[in-house]
Structures are given as C-alpha cells and as structure tokens.
C-alpha cells in the first residue's frame, strides 16, 4: 500500500490515547493524512500526541470527552480551523462494560450509551457537513456485539447496535452526495478496553478476563480499517471468530444463544460462576 496514498487528507480520530484509535492515528498518519486526536485525559493525550510526531506525522490533539456535545463542536471547530478542512471521521471512542443487568446501575448503562452512541451521532453531526464537501469518508468503530449479543455487556451491546443502526441509516441518507460511510466491526482485540471496562457500580474491572495474546493487534485492525476505507467498503468484520458469529446469528440464532451462553461463563471471573 503506498505511504502517500492520502497524502493531504484530514482524518479525526476519537479517543485515539490507546488501542485501535492511536493505532488508526498511527497508520493513517502513516499514509499521509493530517492526523487529529482526541482524548480525555491530558497527560494520554500529550503521550501519544508526541509518539505520532515523533514518527513524523502532522497531528493536532484536542482534549475532549465524546459524550459532551460541546467538546465535539469545538473539536470540529478546532480541526477546520487548523487544517482547513475534514475528510475522515473515525469515530472510535468507547467503553466497555460488564455486569449482569440485574446488578447493573442505570448511570453505568447511560455512561456507556452517551460514550459509545451519542458520542459517534455527536462527532458525525459536526463534522458532516465538511466530510459533505469533500466527499470523505465516516468510520464508526463498532463491534461483532453490534450483529450479536453477548451476556453481561448489556449495556455495551446496545450502544453497538445502536451505532449500525445509525450509519445504515446515515449512510443512505448520504450515498447520493459521495459520502462514505463504513462500519468496521473488530472481533476480540489486544487493547486496553476490557481492562478499561465498567463494572456493575461503574468501577473499572482492571485485568482483562480473556487471553489476549491469541488476539489482533490494535496495529493489525488499523491495517484493515485503512484498506475498507480506501476501498471504501460499506462493512469489515473481522477474524474468523467474528465472520461466523455474525454468519449463526442470522441462520441459528437459538443455538447461538447457548454457544454463547457456555463461551461466556468460561471467563475468568464469570458473573454465571
């Protein structure tokens, strides 16, 4: 794939202080687009806003929450007005959760909602009409949660499907007027975001209840985001895992539901256990 091939094009990435955001800041960086990075915490954000530069890629950061409206209008604002213009929106942005919803408490299952959902409806409002213009592309990075629910990650779950719905919607609004939209769907990946995730009361679980070293690299599903967006894919899901839950669900869902069921009472900790 050649290093320049968008060369001069603007790319925003949510929640780009870890995992597959910095990744995706990383490798479109690498391929030539200005790069802005937002994030919620300033000592992240200055950490990987130097990491990028220091690889040689032009990159504004802006501390931002993308749950608050307001941050995600002066993010587009801040952006337009230091590079001119938007061309790719990945909307990447998000927490993990995981409870039973019998435990869990409504400002967690809000929390994860406001992040997840109506940060990507938030970022997207604001930066259409520039991505409108330049018939750029939107990113929503979902999840296989968005084709499949699993138990425990109620909350996270919803926010998924809630997001496909959004772009499929969106993305016939828009595909008249040049507008990419893809929803890129990454199976279990080696990232901070189940260490991250919330529990029950919103505290945060700490160690990941899966093996991560059998799983993509946050670097590996950045690769693949780039190549659906240059292509300009409508959808990527990936890993084998993912193309087949994704593939039962829709054939022999009520088998699926005790396949999932077994998987995830396997976990470390399981809240079936």
Known sequence: MKQDSLKDKVVIVTGATSGIGESCARIFGKAGAKIAITGRNQDKLDASKAKLAAEGIAVLAILADASVVADNERMAVTVLAEFGKI???????????????????????????DTNFWGTVYATKFCLPSIMENKGTVIGISSINGFRGTPARTAYTASKYAMNGFFESLR?????????????????????????????????????PRDESKMMSSDEVAEEILGATLKRKRDLVLTTQGKLLVF??????????????????????????
């Open 172 to 208: 016939t609004e828009v595909m008249k007027k040049g507008v990419h939209v893809l929803v890129a769907c990454p199976g279990f990946t080696a990232s901070n975001i189940r260490k991250n995730a919330l529990t029950a009361h919103g505290a945060l679980q700490g160690e990941s």
């Open 248 to 273: 039962l669900n829709k054939w022999m869902p009520g088998r699926l539901d005790h396949i999932v069921y077994n998987q995830m009472a396997k976990e470390k900790d399981s809240p079936f256990q």
């Open 87 to 113: 061309d790719i929106l990945i909307n990447n942005a998000g927490i993990s959760m995981r409870a039973l919803f019998e435990n869990l408490d409504f400002e967690v299952f809000h929390k994860v909602m």
